[in-house]
């Protein structure tokens, strides 16, 4: 029995169909079938350019990977609406794996082994946050090798304390991106329902964070959220974290100019360093103007 799904001709399959777990979905389809039809461990085509390229892959039953010229897809159909998907985590990484190494990998084969034979050369390095929901590569459509991206709790800037007896991950990447790699533009990430901002936001509140190094950590913006809750206290909750997520960026960006090798290099013109705050749910990037001091969207 084969199972009818219609599939949007050339654009990328952002959705699964409603009674399938979609686990990972790789390029774009460029051939000019708008439907597949496909059944468990066995894959049937019909394709106006003739073409049959169309495979299965080894998976688990009742999972099949199909592979439709430049599109992968990696699906599995939910007989239950409300079950949980057959494949756990790592399951769903390897055969992600799978997909990028038939798809994505397959297609630029030449320019993964260009970049592996070359030094990198980043256009911009990027702090921004550790959320599962904020990966700069997605939101920018950025390739390998574009993008030099150190990721922590909050995306915060550390003070530079080069004497101190801490183990500073972000510095040593910005030292890196910034001398090494002679980056030109350094860009502080910040994103909308940032876990830990909220953090520091009820640390304030009197609900101290815990933990053996998060309450260390999200104290570097501590003084930020007591002067955003002095100002805008008497507002509702989520008002006053989308501001403080936005001040913590501008805080970001002072900081910075801490670092000797970042600010010389800024008042030579030869570094720049943007604000800009990502809303995850409308997708918006906003960005800092430091002229009127405040953010502006970027729209269509
Ligand atoms: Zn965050």
Sequence with gaps: MFFPITLPGAMPFSRAPSDWNLMQFSG?????????HFQSARAGRRCGNGQTDLKTGKHPPDSILLQCESLVYVGQRNKDK??????????????????????TYRQN??????????????????????????????????????????RNVANLVPPYEPDSHYHHGTSAALEFGVKALEIKDIIVMG????????????????????GD????????????????????????????????????????????????????????GQLRLHGWFYGIGTGLLSIYEPEVGRFRDITD
């Design 191 to 210: 994103h909308a329902a940032c876990g830990g901002i909220e953090a520091i936001y009820d640390d304030c509140c009197g609900k101290p964070a815990s």
């Design 109 to 150: 084969e030449e320019r993964y082994r260009a970049l592996a034979a070359r030094r990198q050369r980043p256009r911009a390095l990027i702090i921004a946050c550790c959320d599962s929901r904020t990966d700069p590569a997605m939101v920018f459509n950025s390739d390998p090798g574009e993008l030099f991206v150190v």
């Design 82 to 103: 409300g079950a949980k998907p057959v494949m756990d985590s790592i399951e769903s990484l390897i055969a992600g794996y799978r997909a990028f190494r038939a798809g």
């Design 28 to 36: 774009l389809c460029q051939c000019n079938e708008t439907s597949l």
């Design 213 to 268: 190094f998060i309450p260390s950590w999200i104290s570097l913006i501590e003084p930020v959220a007591r002067q955003v809750l002095e100002k805008h206290g008497e507002l509702d909750r989520h008002t006053v974290l989308r501001k403080l997520e936005q001040e913590a960026v501008v805080a970001s960006l002072d900081r910075l100019r801490s670092f000797p090798f970042i600010k010389e290099r800024e008042d030579a």
